[in-house]
């Protein structure tokens, strides 16, 4: 707000010390007094046609520098002065003062509105962490396979189940060796019994054979000695 009030005052001096070097050179020859000008001006105002008064009415500057400049041209002169008038001096400053006042209030407004973008700004910020928070989480989710209530990546996992699956076929070759050496064990065994069993056939024939022979011998023995 304070260059803003420097700057317009810088404004003024730098018009008025242009009007003043103006005005001292449209005077080179000696100067009227006040009144005589003022006079004279107003003569020329009461003169000049209504349509021209009328159009110097409606052609009012709309900046403050032209109203300055309108305020600084309509002034009386003497020597190297500027004899401003009061009223219109008083509108100016009062012009100047709603442009100040303006100008403060785009400002504030122009500052909220900073305040609000910065905030949304910083609203934007969290919710891009929060979502990349979530994405990692759902990455990590994605790339990981729960096992037994616990988190491990797809590797891991995988070489868990390789682990698993090459155990698991190892004791299946395993059990079909032990299977087939058992096969092969029974298959043997049976063979051994079934010649054992032969063995034992043929003893018992040669046994009761015997057994019927020494009885015959036996008997004939008897008979003889009757």
């Given amino acids: 707000m304070k260059k803003i009030i420097i700057i317009s005052l810088s404004i003024l001096a730098l018009h008025t010390a242009v009007a003043q070097d ?6 080179s020859q000696p100067a009227q007094s006040a009144q005589q000008e003022y006079y004279q001006r107003n003569q020329r105002t009461q003169n000049a046609p209504m349509g021209v008064v009328a159009a110097q009415e409606e052609m009012k500057p709309t900046t403050l520098e032209g109203v300055f400049q309108q305020l600084v041209d309509k002034s009386g002169a003497w020597q190297n002065f500027k004899m401003l008038d009061r009223a219109k001096l008083a509108t100016f400053q009062r012009s100047m003062a709603d442009t100040i006042n303006a100008i403060r209030g785009q400002l504030s407004t122009q500052k909220q509105a900073v305040a609000t973008h ?8 969290d919710k891009i962490t929060e979502l990349q928070t979530t994405l990692d989480q759902t990455k990590d989710q994605n790339d990981s396979v729960n096992f037994f209530g616990v988190l491990l990546s797809k590797g891991v996992y995988s070489t868990i189940m390789w682990v698993i699956v090459l155990i ?9 060796y032990k299977y087939t050496n058992s096969n092969v064990i029974t298959k ?16 018992r024939k040669a046994a009761i054979e015997r057994e019927q022979k020494v009885r015959r011998q036996l008997q004939d023995e008897i008979n003889k000695h009757r």
Avoid: P
């Fill in 168 to 176: 698991l076929a190892g004791l299946l070759a395993f059990y079909i």
């Fill in 188 to 203: 043997n065994s049976i063979n051994e019994l079934g010649e054992l069993q032969q063995e034992y056939e043929n003893y």
């Fill in 22 to 27: 103006s005005t001292a050179t449209r005077h």
């Fill in 118 to 125: 910065l905030q949304n700004i910083k609203e934007l910020n």
